[in-house]
């Protein structure tokens, strides 16, 4: 603690925290409040340990593993009914995946082969996917993919209006138009971007912010089906270094998730495997 | 503490009864700053969510239950920036509705406020973050540094060009006729 915060106010600071108090909601959203009570119930996986709810949830839990142990084995069944000898899933280059698995993610709009060992959180239709990547909690040290269909999310928020890369993408479809006027955004912000890959329908770019920011930016644009997807890897603390990222292979199995994305209808109940977070909570206490 | 592994009760159940009970006593607090650093409470209702579901994950590591609010307030202000930095592949230009007043009578405020209301929306996100976390929160620099893993030198500096913009924005207001020139 310093003295500082204790230094009296004038106006100016009196009015700021006047300001920030208006700004902020009163009250938390019922729906919110409710959801978050949910969490201990809903989590099936951490840490390495598994966390079976207990009690009256018990019913539940069983119900809902029996489930994914189902959509499991139907995924299973329908991946060997259609894999041939050269669509066997790559192997990842990076010690941070320990394999990957073909995630059907209707809630967010993609299809797209993804770490299997990472936590899945998000899974709205305008924000997308994220996945957080092993290790510290702490998101200031570590790496997470996030992945939007923009189609999809433009659709969530009305018109899209508001997402410049949607707009870009109206303006022109093809990759190279979306991307040059991607890069003409960049630039008048003063971003410094590189391309590093092109794939035959996905660029992937490095970001790189300010320098000491701790951070790097690898972000792809797609586009399957007429329609733009984002996949983005955010890497922070020691982790955010292109070299290293290179090094570990982390690129080029980043490559490879790009490389196997494609756009699907959003639906909310088309995700597969499940998903931790997604799908209605268990019923509550009775 | 001995035996345990982290916060609370051992049990499964109490562990999940006590983590309810931290993050009630917690949310309303932890959804207003979220709703401020991210600008809309759309997108704070999932921050917060996403929040919690890191923090009963790592609720076993937590072994102190005293400091339970400040580490949820350090996930949620890290989940919050985390969200802000993916605005670099989707950026969002609009943000919904709070540059209007919500003054209980629905009246406008003061040319300063309605000034500092734009600017404090317009300010880049790291330093919004730090001036919400230092004049809403009330953080001290060296708190804020803490929880958003930035270097003290980096909380001042950005807090020193937020405040000069806000006060530019403020002090523009107070001279126009509607202001109120102190």
Redesign the interface.
């Known amino acids: ?2 003295d ?2 204790f230094i009296p106010d004038g ?3 009196s ?11 009163r ?3 019922d ?3 409710a ?3 949910e ?3 809903r ?1 099936i996986q ?2 390495g ?1 598994r ?5 009256r949830r018990l019913a539940g839990a069983v119900a809902l593993l029996a489930i994914v142990v189902a959509v499991a084995l139907l995924a299973v069944i329908a991946t060997r009914s259609t894999a041939g000898p050269g669509s066997a899933t790559p192997t990842p280059h990076s010690s941070f995946i320990s394999g990957f698995v073909e995630q059907t993610d209707g809630v967010a709009g993609y299809r797209m082969l993804r770490p299997t060992n990472w ?1 899945a ?2 899974g ?1 239709p ?3 996917r ?1 996945y ?1 990547g092993p290790g510290p ?5 570590g790496i ?1 993919i ?1 992945v ?1 269909n ?1 189609k999809v ?1 433009a659709a969530s928020t009305g018109s899209g ?5 949607w707009l870009l993408f109206q303006q022109n479809s093809s990759l190279a138009g979306w991307t040059s006027g991607i890069e003409a955004m960049w630039a008048r912000d003063g ?1 410094t971007f590189t391309l590093l890959r092109t794939l035959p329908h996905a660029k992937i770019y490095v ?1 790189s ?1 300010a320098p ?1 920011s ?2 790097v ?1 690898l ?1 792809a644009y797609a586009i399957d089906q007429g329609q733009p997807l ?1 996949v ?1 890897l ?1 890497a922070s ?1 020691t982790e955010a270094d292109l070299s290293r990222l290179e090094a570990q292979g982390v690129v080029d199995d980043f490559a490879t998730m790009v490389g196997s994305i494609t756009a699907i209808p959003a639906d909310p109940l088309n995700v597969v495997p499940a998903l931790p ?1 997604s799908g209605p909570p268990l019923p509550g206490p009775s | 503490m001995a035996g345990h592994d982290g916060v609370g009760p051992r049990s499964g159940s109490e562990r999940q009864a006590a983590f309810g009970r931290l993050t009630d006593r917690q949310l309303a607090a932890s959804y207003r700053l979220a709703t401020l650093l991210l600008g809309s409470e759309v997108e704070a209702q999932d921050a917060i969510q996403d929040a919690a579901l890191i923090a009963w994950q790592r609720f076993a590591s937590l072994h102190d239950p005293d400091r339970f609010d400040a580490w949820f307030q350090r996930i949620v202000v890290n989940i919050c920036r985390d969200r802000l930095r993916r605005r670099g592949s989707v950026r969002f230009l609009a943000m919904d509705g709070l540059a209007e007043p919500q003054t209980p009578d629905g009246a406008t405020g003061r040319a300063e406020h309605d000034a500092l209301r734009r600017a404090v929306i317009s300010l880049p996100a790291d330093q919004r973050t730090v001036v919400v976390l230092r004049y809403f929160a009330e953080l001290s620099l060296e708190e804020i540094a803490e929880q958003t893993g930035e270097r003290l030198g980096t909380v001042k500096s950005r807090l020193h060009y937020a405040l000069e913009a806000l006060h530019a924005a403020y002090d523009a207001a107070n001279r126009l006729p509607g202001g109120t020139a102190r």
């Open positions: 603690m310093t500082e915060r106006p100016f600071e009015d700021l925290r006047a300001i920030l108090n208006q700004m902020a909601p009250d938390v959203p729906q919110v409040r959801e978050v009570a969490v201990p119930f989590t951490s840490a340990h966390w079976l709810p207990e009690g936590t959180l998000g709205d305008i924000d997308g994220v957080l909690a702490n998101i200031q040290q997470v996030s939007v923009l999310s209006a508001g997402m410049a890369q971003e970001l912010p000491g701790g951070l930016f972000v984002i983005q955010q603390g977070t």
